[in-house]
């Protein structure tokens, strides 16, 4: 069974600082893996901040749409902003954006922790990141 959950921020700061806790629930809910709670907060924490400083701050209401849905087996979400986006984002390898890059590094972060990862520009005030992360069986889990 899964549920989705929707949840729709505007782009403040204060509500930067709120999403972080609601990844660390999201996350907490998804698994009791903590490794990949981690990669959960990580990967929602880096998408959420791309959207909340490239989205379209000029217009008063920006909002950033947060959909998320998980099974015992996969978490998967998509963030969507109020912004273009750039371009070229799908044809970007991982390898091509180097380490020590100002613009991208938090993206090639994304890609290598996520099972799959794409990019859409909806249309051209919206543009959206969506992503899976595969979850290990409980069986898998080890107790220490």
């Known amino acids: 069974m899964s549920d989705i959950i929707k ?25 009791p893996d903590i490794h990949k709670q981690y990669h959960i907060r990580t990967v929602l924490s880096e998408v959420y901040g791309n959207a909340y400083l490239y989205s379209n701050k000029t217009r008063p209401n920006s909002v950033i749409d947060l959909e998320v849905c998980f099974t015992p087996n996969r978490f998967t979400a998509s963030i ?9 984002i799908n044809s970007r390898k991982v390898e091509t954006i180097p380490a020590y890059a100002e ?31 595969e979850l290990p069986s409980v069986r898998k889990i080890k107790n220490i």
């Open 80 to 88: 969507i902003n109020e912004g273009r986006g750039p371009a070229d």
């Open 103 to 133: 613009s991208g590094r938090g993206l090639a972060i994304v890609r290598k922790l996520c099972d799959n990862v794409y990019f859409k520009k909806i249309s051209e005030t919206k543009f959206g990141v969506f992503f899976e992360i």
């Open 7 to 31: 949840i729709s921020l505007t782009n403040t700061a204060f509500n930067l600082s709120a999403a972080e806790e609601i990844f660390s629930a999201l996350a907490r809910a998804a698994t």
